[in-house]
């Protein structure tokens, strides 16, 4: 699971940039991306972009349907333990709170599926190509 968090909103190249640092994260593996309807996800810049990708994956969620996107539940699970009652001064507080969130979920393998699992969904990996 990734999580980037930046000031202001996500356009079609903010995002790619962000996959682009993804990519080199993940150095190779395969990865799924669980999108929603968000404009900048589906423009024509960002289609060709994709394209191009042989490591990705990617679901499409219905445009609005937060009871199928996993994303939701993980809000919730942030809300009610790392992001409950802070009143932070600072962007930077709210930011490192969910990072701590973060990385209590991911260090629990079975957390992140759940929220996958509880929204009826499921993940199949493509067939290899020889």
């Known amino acids: 699971m990734c999580f980037h968090l930046k000031p202001g909103s996500y356009d079609t190249l903010g995002l790619i940039e962000v996959l682009e640092q993804m990519k080199a994260f993940y150095d190779g593996e395969r990865v799924v991306l669980v999108w929603d309807g968000l404009s900048a996800h589906w423009s024509r810049v960002m289609r060709a972009w994709l394209a191009e990708q042989d490591r990705l994956t990617l679901e499409r969620l219905l445009a609005y349907a937060p009871e199928l996107n996993p994303v939701e539940l993980l809000w919730s699970s942030l809300k009610k ?50």
């Open 81 to 130: 333990r790392e992001l409950a009652s802070l009143a932070g001064d600072h962007l930077a507080d709210v930011a490192d709170a969910t990072e701590q969130g973060i990385h209590r979920i991911n260090d629990n393998p079975q957390l992140p599926w759940s929220f996958l699992a509880h929204t009826g969904l499921t993940l199949h990996p493509p067939t290899p190509q020889n």
